[in-house]
C-alpha cells in the first residue's frame, strides 16, 4: 500500500481526468496500525492524524527478519 485517494478527492474531476499522475498527486500517506491495538489507542491516532481509516497490520514474531503483513483495513465507523 503506497496511499490513500478519497472519492470525495475525485468527485470534482471529469473522468477523462483521472490518470495516474493526477491520482498519484490526490494520493494521501497510508496510517498503518497493528492488529493488537486497543479500540481507544486506534480513536485517539485517528484523532490526531485526521483521518478515518488505517491499514491493519500482523506483525512478525520478535526476532524475526520478515516484514509486517497487512491484513485490512479498519474505518473509524468500526470503533465507534
Do not use: W, Y
Amino acid at each position: 500500500v503506497v496511499g490513500v485517494v478519497h472519492i470525495k478527492d475525485l468527485h470534482p474531476l471529469p473522468e477523462s481526468e483521472t490518470t495516474n499522475a493526477v491520482l498519484e498527486a490526490l494520493c494521501r500517506p497510508p496510517i498503518f496500525v497493528d492488529s493488537r491495538m486497543r479500540q481507544d489507542r486506534l480513536l485517539k491516532i485517528f484523532k490526531s492524524k485526521k483521518t478515518h481509516m488505517a491499514i491493519v497490520q500482523e506483525a512478525p514474531l520478535p526476532g524475526s527478519f520478515q516484514e509486517p503483513v497487512n491484513i485490512g483495513i479498519v474505518t473509524l465507523e468500526d470503533i465507534l
